[in-house]
């Protein structure tokens, strides 16, 4: 083999291989078992709605980990948001860029939950307790509580930071002006 043979070679190798070095867009594999002290109580965090990153949004109260929070979910690739949603409140269109989200609607409700996908055809569905829905990772979705009881979620994410996206602030109309789209956590000032 002349050395033009050796060359073209290799460059048709560094070809073939330039999209597994490119493409990478999920979290790493874990190279610890986990990051921490070991000590079994840094493994529960209690109260995800008083030791969580808990904000009001938009209809409702939302409770989400992240490492600074849960040191435990570093390097495990996942994570988790709980979400209590107001009679006619509404979580609007956003997407997770780096995770797939999966809702299970414990108690309340019903949902109405929808996605966008990537040939701009619309999902849309009516969650009661106990019904799981997923979003695909980076799909424009929405959450909105149809019901008259306040909706209690938890979604689990592929992601230790799924990221968050949402488009300019539009005007929302909820669906019913006189019940209330905040809820205030007991013992929360």
């Not at 002290?37 to 939302?62: C, K, P, W």
């Not at 999902?123 to 979705?141: E, S």
């Amino acid at each position: 083999m002349d050395w033009r043979e050796g060359v073209a070679l290799l460059l048709l190798g560094f070809i073939s291989a330039w999209p597994l070095i490119v493409i990478h867009a999920a979290d790493p594999d874990p190279v610890l078992d986990f990051v921490g002290d070991g000590i079994a109580e840094s493994f529960v965090l209690r109260d995800i709605f008083v030791n969580g990153d808990v904000s009001n949004t938009t209809g409702g109260v939302r409770a989400g980990l992240g490492p600074k929070f849960f040191p435990a979910q570093i390097n495990q690739g996942v994570s988790i948001t709980r979400f209590l949603i107001a009679p006619c409140g509404f979580n609007p269109p956003h997407t997770h860029p780096r995770g797939t989200e999966m809702l299970t609607l414990l108690e309340g409700g019903p949902l109405e939950v929808g996605f966008v996908d990537t040939e701009g055809q619309t999902h849309i569905n009516i969650l009661h307790p106990n019904d799981v829905t997923c979003f695909p990772r980076g799909m424009m979705h929405f959450t909105h509580n149809v019901g008259t009881e306040v909706a209690n979620a938890v979604s689990g994410f592929n992601s230790q930071d799924p990221g968050f996206m949402m488009r300019k602030r539009q005007e929302l109309i909820t669906c019913c002006k006189d019940l209330p789209t905040t809820i205030t956590i007991v013992g929360e000032q």
